[in-house]
């Protein structure tokens, strides 16, 4: 069995550009939650996707948009990217978005933006 | 939003030492992990516990969801166990993981 897997490893952007992040996620599983992580503190909500749908969203402007596609895997966009948006970025997958679902982490994209 | 606390923020052990981490919410909840990020970032799960007792190996993790609270217990421990402890919840209306500051632990050989 396959765990989630995250492309690229390491990204470094200037302000102002695009970036589009990738996930797979595990096996059987239909939901995807994407992340953001800063220095020194713990992962913040981006947004989740189930069955292609948007099916939920953290505190993050609209210039942070998402795909999932009908394999379930998933992409996170950003656009005019500001230096703030340099993070980890970590996806999960769950095989159901309802309680009862545990999420597993993939190993993240380091996104730095100069 | 819900509140997550984890405490203590840092500890350092001995090799061989007992450790408890503890982690407070502030609302109800349905989901409850705790994960252990290793200097990579890569976030392991270690227990998803809403409530009860589970053990796995030196690992133990209590929930008591009516008094809001989770601890971890992390026995003989090794420096392997060094890291940052996470715990994230989930509330009984949401879909998202609130993730508490976390517990970044380093055990000295």
């Known amino acids: 069995e396959t765990g989630v897997t995250q492309s690229p490893t390491h990204l470094i952007k200037t302000r102002g550009q695009q970036v589009t992040l990738r996930c797979s996620s595990q096996?059987?599983?239909?939901?995807v939650s994407w992340y953001q992580q800063a220095l020194g503190q713990g992962p913040q909500f981006i947004f989740q996707?189930?069955?292609?749908?948007?099916?939920g969203r953290g505190n993050f402007p609209p210039r942070f948009s998402g795909l999932q596609f009908p394999n379930y895997s998933s992409e996170l966009n950003v656009n005019a990217l500001e230096l703030d948006d340099s993070a980890l970025y970590l996806c999960?997958?769950?095989?159901?978005?309802?309680?009862?679902?545990?999420?597993?982490f993939g190993p993240g994209t380091r996104l730095t933006v100069t | 939003g819900i509140q997550v606390e984890q405490s203590p923020p840092d500890l350092i052990l001995q090799e061989g030492a007992n450790s408890t981490l503890r982690c407070n919410f502030s609302d109800s909840v349905n989901n409850l992990q705790w994960f252990h990020q290793n200097p990579w970032g890569q976030l392991i799960n270690l227990f998803y516990?809403?409530?009860g007792t589970k053990q796995n190996g030196r690992l133990s993790a209590t929930t008591v969801a009516t008094e809001r609270y989770s601890l971890l217990y992390i026995s003989s421990s090794q420096t392997t166990d060094s890291g940052v402890y996470f715990c994230a919840v989930r509330r009984n209306a949401g879909n998202m993981l609130t993730f508490g500051g976390g517990t970044r632990l380093m055990v000295k050989p």
């Open positions: 996707y189930y069955r292609e749908e948007e099916n």
């Open positions: 096996s059987g599983h239909n939901t």
């Open positions: 999960a997958s769950s095989l159901g978005s309802g309680r009862g679902y545990e999420q597993y």
């Open positions: 516990i809403p409530s």
